[in-house]
């Protein structure tokens, strides 16, 4: 009985630790790095570890598939000529499997003209592994 209560504590001071907070901070080189202790200057929270405007190399390659996915099926006209402006991710929910990551896009692509007609909102629904995207039929729980 007494093993069990210091398990519980242990796992209950371990997940206070957790969510203390992490912070962003970038140095004069611009090199990025992450902390759970604020840095001396310039320290940014972070409010949730897939935030989106880390610009971490995770972000690249899932929107780099995220936009490969959607010129396969498609949804872009000029795959050369596709600029995505800005990214986001929300968290929804499927139906039979829970918790996804939906990346939601802001592409400006080229038209038949060669012109940008303005950003269009696309998204595509992430994988367990937050990378690779998920190119089977889904339902969304509302």
Partial sequence: MSKRIIVFTILFLTTQTV??????????????????????????????IFASDTGSKNDDFAIENCVNFLNRNGQISDPEGVKVQSHEYEWVTVKNIG?????????????????????????????????????HSFELVK
């Fill in 19 to 48: 969510f203390a907070g992490l912070f962003k901070c970038t140095d004069d080189d611009g090199a990025v790095t992450f902390s759970d202790v604020p840095c001396a200057s310039g320290a940014e929270e972070v409010k949730g």
């Fill in 99 to 135: 918790a996804r990551r939906m990346l939601r896009l802001m592409v400006n692509v080229r038209n038949q003209y060669g012109a940008y007609d303005g950003p269009e909102p696309m998204q595509c629904l992430m994988m367990g592994d937050g990378r690779t995207v998920n190119s």
